[in-house]
């Protein structure tokens, strides 16, 4: 069941023009399902997309994944050490070599290094050994209906129709809880948008093809901001004085500065100035592990928007570029997960918009944690400490 080349660009068209269809959320399921309805035949769904779309039910395990992400409450090095496994490390390996032709063609055509893609590769479905048994169409339907964050899966539905009403999937195509497909887990937008066929047979398919897999996900990273050949972190040793105030990952400086301020390669040796900027990365603080982290690292963010999973993936790629492991170093201790929501909420009290309330270290939560850190004259290092708890 796979998509020809022929019909992808005119699909895609098809979905995007559609007329917009405001994003109601919650209420009678099955009346909210006929404003979807109306939508996918605004867009050119046939028959075979509808009834699928006629077929679709809500999935309370979705909303429980969606609910309970609690992985990401670990932290960094928690996190790192228990997806940058050695499985990971050697498929990869093996991975980069069978495929090294099709990588190379991928970075001669959007730029994107080949340690790039096998990292999200890996990440995600670990190399498409595990790509997910979550009905996609239940899930996008769930997600949409839910009032928690539907502006981000009601978009997918009608390319998701799209895609069943063509024979690209079945209609009880499975993946992720979230509603991708696929070995690097792609939404159905990006597959109608950016598929690419890898090995010449005329078809995109991103389950089953791994050279399809691995254009695809060089042309949706480059789609994302990706600057062609250019790095995305670096591991560094940070002095004991630095100015604090000037890390994070937005406030990104030449080389030649960080350098001045004493930041070297992890062995000690100077930094090479490449000629480019970058921030500096220090997702457990001041005393932990620390990265230059250049404009290429944003894409992670896109890919995922946790930090200690785009971290992560940009470390698994570094790892299978050749770097070593990482200096966890003796970072301060942190916070439990009912100190982060007791910290938190007293940012939130102070007028910070940390998102939910949920115990988790997101990006909003670092930049509020950095300014109060700030205003208490404490190192701006946007790790939350009981010392910062006590004092707020």
């Given at each position: 069941m796979r998509l020809r080349l022929e019909i992808l660009a005119a699909l895609f068209l098809a979905a995007t023009a559609a007329p917009a269809v405001a994003q109601q959320c919650g209420g009678d399921f099955e009346a909210w399902k006929q404003g979807v309805t109306a939508e996918a035949k605004n867009a050119g769904v046939g028959t075979a997309g509808l009834e699928a779309l006629e077929t679709a039910a809500l999935d309370g395990k979705v909303l429980a994944r969606d609910r309970g992400q609690g992985v990401f409450t670990q932290t960094f090095i928690e996190f790192s050490n228990r997806m940058i496994s050695a499985y990971r490390l050697k498929q990869g390996a093996v991975i980069l070599k069978k495929y090294a032709d099709v990588f190379a063609r991928a970075d001669r055509e959007f730029g994107v290094q080949a340690p790039v893609i096998a990292a999200f590769w890996a990440l995600e479905t670990d190399f498409g050994a595990v790509q997910g048994d979550f009905q996609t169409l239940n899930a996008l339907v769930t997600l949409s209906h839910d009032c928690r964050r539907p502006q981000l899966f009601r978009p997918q539905i009608v390319p998701l129709l799209t895609l069943i009403d063509r024979g690209v999937?079945?209609?009880d195509v499975t993946?992720?809880?979230a509603g991708e497909i696929g070995q690097t887990q792609m939404l159905p937008s990006d597959y109608l948008g950016r598929g690419v066929d890898g090995d010449g047979d005329e078809v995109i398919d991103l389950r089953g093809s791994a050279p399809d897999v691995i254009m695809t996900t060089a042309n949706k990273i480059i789609s994302r901001g990706w600057k062609r050949d250019q790095p995305w972190i670096e591991e560094v040793r940070v002095p004991d004085d630095l100015p604090w105030d000037q890390t994070g990952?937005?406030?990104?400086l030449p080389l030649t500065q960080w350098a001045q301020w004493g930041v070297t390669n992890p062995n000690?040796?100077?930094l090479v100035d490449n000629g480019l900027k970058a921030g500096l990365a220090?997702?457990?603080?001041?005393?932990?592990?620390?990265?230059l982290v250049y404009d290429n690292f944003d894409v992670y963010l896109e890919w995922n928007q946790s930090f200690t999973y785009a971290l992560t993936a940009a470390n698994l790629a570094a790892r299978l570029a050749g770097a070593p492991q990482f200096d966890p170093r003796n970072p301060e201790p942190g916070l439990n997960g009912d100190q982060m929501r007791a910290l938190q909420t007293k940012l939130e009290a102070r007028g910070y918009d940390v998102g939910t309330v949920d115990g988790i270290l997101g990006t909003n939560t670092r930049e509020a944690i950095r300014k109060e850190q700030m205003r208490l004259s404490l190192p701006v290092d946007g790790w939350p400490t009981p010392e910062l708890l006590a004092k707020l």
């Open positions: 999937v079945p209609a993946g992720a809880w990952r937005t406030n990104k000690g040796m100077p220090l997702p457990m603080g001041r005393k932990g592990p620390a990265f």
